[in-house]
């Protein structure tokens, strides 16, 4: 057989070259398009991840400012609508009202700053922090103050004479709740000029943010998981307080430990309000039950 010319043999060569060279630059074109589509992919995925982890932290932060402003309103709402209070605030009781509401800002969680005035805006008791204060509501507050007052003191029969809002202080911001004084039941035997309301402010100072901050899942802060062993009627408990609660209120429902229904410890009816209670009027009904002649802030918030 003979052999095709040198010239032929080079040229068969040289095509195969040409075409493997092609071949591998249109499969390394391929792998650097799909590479390309996966990166893209890849980052829009991770900038959607981010901007849902951002929105959900909004959520979550917005959530615990919520539930600052509404503990707040929760303790306003207790010591306002209180007969006692009723009773020795219209009569003057000076000590009275200093040994509940003034010395109860000392080291609480709750409320740091107590007021009581009168319609014209009057002061008539102000502690903050366990001590008598030496500033002016009209110097120390922002005018927001004044449009909660005014929402409290105009509320008509069918609304609650309480509003609560954040306003400015010179310490920062503090949640501030504004509320008449008055029976439990929401009665007042007194004409409108002789109406006493309840200020209460908590400042959302650096300690209080650092506390939320452990409680949600805020700024890379993981959620505390408490070392707490319930004992064994717990779980089952909870489906029967909340059948229970609304009908005749938790204290009626069997599955309440002895020591609630006793009415032997505030403490725990607080604790089994909180943790069980879904609705308003079981725990009020709680809150009837618990004594309230000597208040200490843990019988109010455990």
Known sequence: MRLLPSRFRRSATLGRRSAVTSMLLAFA???????????????????????????????????????????????????????????????GDDAWVVGNYGDMTANSDLFDVALIMDTDRNVLMAYQ????????????????????????????????????????????????????????????????EGRRFLIFGRHLDERKILKLSETYVIGGFDLPVPAIRFPTWWKSAIFTARRCSGSSGIRACPAMPPICRSGRSSIARWRWSACFSSSSSSAAAIRSTASRRTRRRHDIWP
Do not use: C, M
Request: aromatic share 10%.
């Open 29 to 91: 074109v391929v792998v650097v398009l799909v590479t390309i589509f996966i990166l893209t992919a890849l980052d829009r995925i991770a900038d959607y991840a981010n901007r849902l982890d951002d929105e959900r932290s909004r959520e979550t932060t917005s959530g615990a400012i919520q539930t600052f402003q509404e503990q707040l309103h929760a303790t306003l709402n207790d010591y306002a609508a209180w007969d006692d209070a009723a009773q020795f605030v219209y009569a």
């Open 129 to 192: 922090d366990g001590a008598p204060v030496t500033w002016s509501p009209q110097n120390y507050f922002d005018t927001s103050l004044w449009t909660l007052f005014d929402k409290a003191s105009s509320a008509g029969a069918e609304t609650v004479p309480e509003a609560v809002g954040f306003v400015e202080t010179k310490n920062g911001i503090a949640a501030v709740g504004v509320a008449l004084i008055r029976q439990k039941s929401g009665e007042l035997a007194q004409p409108v």
